[in-house]
């Protein structure tokens, strides 16, 4: 009896010793850097974390440090005690209406039902804080635009580029979103018909309005297009 107690006492000692050394895992062998309690080497793998979406993230009760990777964003995580950071410094939390997010301000979040919803993740429109034009036209009255006829949610920027290959007029209002380069980004676009109304609803919100109309991307014959006043809503 006394001889098992010495032996299981032997290998307790034994296992808390292999568990606490530096683990290298390695192609080549060698050992772990003296600062690393895990060194992985590799020149042709890469280390792969837990991959979830966003809402399945913030179903976790996180312990500081956490490390996940951000399938609605597209971006590695941490959580530094308080709130869910990316790598870059931003915050890694959901985006709100009226919240400054990629390069504007969040106009609209879609919901389930609207075309590219997608349950578990956030996507919607990002506007501009302030207007990029005053009287700028719509541009070449009389000549049917193929491809810009879209009204739905997520058609205003394929609108805008049927416009902007189809219209060779200087100074059109799709020209002027196609060629924005704002805080960074550079993908903006003029909204479609229901896109603009969206912007109409949260207007108080998203703020930089003016009681005035404001075009669409959305044709309506070669020579009418939609647009919508910010004063009384009216299309």
């Not at 609209?108 to 590219?116: F, K, M, S, T």
């Not at 739905?152 to 049927?162: E, H, K, M, P, S």
């Not at 060779?168 to 805080?183: F, W």
């Not at 009681?211 to 919508?228: I, K, V």
Request: charged share 15%; with cysteine; aromatic share 10%.
């Amino acid at each position: 009896m006394k001889t098992f107690k010495l032996f299981f006492l032997a290998t307790i000692l034994m296992a808390t010793c292999g568990l606490s050394a530096q683990v290298a895992i390695s192609t080549d062998g060698s050992s772990a850097d003296p600062s690393a309690g895990l060194e992985v080497k590799f020149t042709d793998k890469g280390l792969l974390p837990p991959r979830m979406t966003q809402a399945q993230r913030d179903e976790i009760t996180p312990a500081v440090g956490l490390i996940v990777f951000n399938l609605t964003t597209n971006k590695p995580n941490y959580y530094n005690g308080t709130v869910w950071m990316n790598y870059d410094g931003t915050f890694a939390i959901s985006p709100k209406l009226g919240d400054a997010y990629n390069g504007g301000i969040v106009a609209y979040i879609l919901q389930a039902g609207d075309p590219g919803y997608v349950d578990g993740e956030t996507h919607g429109i990002i506007a501009a804080a302030s207007d990029q034009s005053t009287g700028a036209i719509w541009g070449c009255e009389m000549t049917d635009i193929p491809g810009a006829l879209g009204t739905a949610l997520r058609t205003g920027y394929q609108n805008t580029l049927a416009i902007v290959t189809g219209c060779g007029e200087s100074g059109i209002a799709a020209q002027i979103c196609n060629n924005l380069i704002l805080n960074g980004y550079d993908d903006w676009y003029l909204p479609s018909k229901d896109e603009l109304n969206k912007l109409y609803l949260n207007k108080n919100l998203i703020g930089g309005f003016a009681s005035a109309y404001y075009w669409s991307s959305s044709e309506n014959s070669f020579h009418e297009a939609n647009l919508q006043h910010f004063g009384d809503g009216n299309q």
